[in-house]
């Protein structure tokens, strides 16, 4: 069955009006039923108090727990509610107690942050980073991960599904039944996944997996969360800087974590951002995030097609499968003046630079990109018009004399 964009097309605002966004990697447009949630709590704190209406929003703050679990095929127990993705994938890093040798393999398409994570700890505690192989199609070798696993011995793994900076989607679910079988942990970032990918956690092998509400899955900025396996909360796996939300002080010189994922959570809460989480979670539930994320995928496709034929364009995106972010790199025009001339016509996408994501980048030999990332609420025709767009910035090929 073909997917029809047009109802949810008519619960997002800006597109109604004519704006088109294709910056969904970033920050997607919230529908409707999100505003709702995010306006009718603030409205309720004006006129409560903060403390009063978090208090009366209980039961339904109680829900989106299940809610973001639905979403990742997981119980609620397993999850917590933190303020973005970066915050979970550092929470879950700082539940091991790494000292000078331990080794974090990781992929050479990982997010920034975490790589800065990572060198943080090499710096400060001696941690040794190593990275698996890449496939010659592009994207992490299972079989390099597995190979380095038994060579190295590593305090863990951490992977992330489709980068920043391009179409990537990496072999997780392989990595994941590698971990398995090996025993080590596995972390995975699963930021731009989430509501473009359906997520099974069993089916991942993850003990860990980090997602924010502003991207595919079109909640809001300042929350995401942090799903949490079975195996590490009866290990006690805990952040190293724990808040009285995750422990019971009991006596002066003990405390006792709290029994599920909510160890991982502090205790002051954006509540209308959490409400507007369930309420995003709710929303992709109903549209299908797998008929959805294949037909953003698609758009993703036909942007790929037109920008490979457009004269003094490079698409950078590699790989056997490839998600709903397109990026392109324009000779003689940086990415950033491209970006702010299409943002004047009404058209959002996004700059990446070469410091977002080092090791790929140099591999492309690319210095920046413009990132166009569409979701189900966009249309073929869109795509056709950015397209027509970014003819201003297509280079003609010389002219022989």
């Known amino acids: 069955m073909t997917f029809d964009p047009a109802p949810w097309r008519m619960d997002t605002p800006a597109a109604v009006r004519g704006r088109i966004h294709l910056n969904n990697a970033g920050a997607a447009l919230m529908p409707q039923p999100v505003i709702a949630a995010l306006t009718d709590h603030i409205t309720l704190e004006v006129q409560l108090g903060g403390y009063e209406a978090a208090d009366a929003a209980r039961p339904d703050v109680a829900a989106v727990y299940d809610d973001v679990a639905r979403l ?24 091991f107690d790494f000292s000078a040798g331990d080794v974090i393999l990781t992929t050479r398409n990982d997010y920034i942050s975490n790589q800065l994570m990572y060198l943080s700890l090499s710096a ?47 072999p997780i679910a392989d990595i994941g039944r590698i971990c398995a079988e090996e025993e080590v942990p596995y972390l995975v970032d699963a930021c731009q996944a989430v509501g ?39 290990r ?8 009285m939300r995750g422990a019971d002080w009991i006596t002066a010189d003990a405390f006792e974590l709290a029994a599920d994922a909510r160890r991982f959570e502090n205790w002051e809460f954006a509540y209308a951002l959490v ?33 490979c034929r457009m004269p003094g364009a490079r698409v950078l995106d590699r790989g056997p499968d490839l998600a709903a972010i397109a990026t392109v790199a324009f000779d003689g025009s940086a990415a950033e003046d491209i970006v702010l001339a299409l943002r ?23 210095t920046d990109a413009v990132r166009i990332s569409p979701h189900y609420y966009n249309t073929r025709r869109e795509i056709d018009t950015l397209l027509s767009a970014l003819e201003e910035f297509a280079t003609p090929p010389a002219q022989g004399r």
């Open 275 to 307: 409400l507007g989480l369930g309420a995003a979670a709710r929303y992709a539930l109903r549209v299908g995030i797998e008929p959805a994320g294949r037909y953003a995928a698609d758009l993703a496709g036909h942007a790929r097609d037109g920008l």
């Open 124 to 170: 400060r505690l001696g941690v040794e980073i190593v990275r698996a192989e890449d496939l010659p199609g592009a994207g992490v070798d299972p079989g390099s991960v597995r190979e380095l696993i038994r060579q190295r011995r590593p305090k863990i793994v951490a992977a992330t599904w489709i980068p920043t900076n391009s179409g990537l989607i990496q």
């Open 236 to 243: 006690r796996a805990a952040p190293l800087l724990i808040d």
């Open 196 to 234: 473009q990918l359906p997520i099974d956690v069993a089916r991942v092998h993850c003990d860990f997996l980090a997602a924010t509400a502003r991207k595919f899955l079109r909640g809001p900025r300042g929350v995401g969360f942090l799903y949490v396996s079975d195996r590490m909360l009866d």
């Open 344 to 366: 004047d016509q009404a058209i959002n996408t996004s700059a990446i630079a070469r410091s977002s994501a080092v090791i790929d980048m140099d591999l492309k030999h690319a």
């Open 72 to 95: 990742v095929a997981g119980d609620a127990r397993n999850i917590a509610l933190v303020e973005n993705a970066t915050v979970a994938f550092a929470l879950a890093l700082s539940a």
